[in-house]
């Protein structure tokens, strides 16, 4: 199991999921109750930027920075809580053993 850490005004909400979730998955489906600021609309096929995260610069390395030439990195740079270096869409963050611990900002649900 992969522990995401999500964070929410300081508060560290822990979610476990299987390798191979996504991070919008873990926060849409496995955390309990769901996380509001996710509500992930176009179902994760990167197409709405509603699961638009901060990961945490510990962890972007392991991450892997934004591609700006994919429809992550067009869709990515015209939302206004876009942060070069740590922004990334949920549904694009697939989990593996060494994201295990990972921290994830969540977004104000009113900025999205």
Known sequence: MITVNFMRNGMRIPVQVSEG???MEA???????PLEE???TCGGSCACCTCHVHVDSKWIDKVGKLD???PEGELLEYEENFKEKVSRLGCQIVLKPEHDGIVIHLLDNELL
């Open 27 to 33: 926060a849409k489906f496995f955390a309990n109750p």
């Open 38 to 40: 996710i509500p992930a």
């Open 21 to 23: 979730a996504s991070v």
């Open 68 to 70: 700006y030439n994919t």
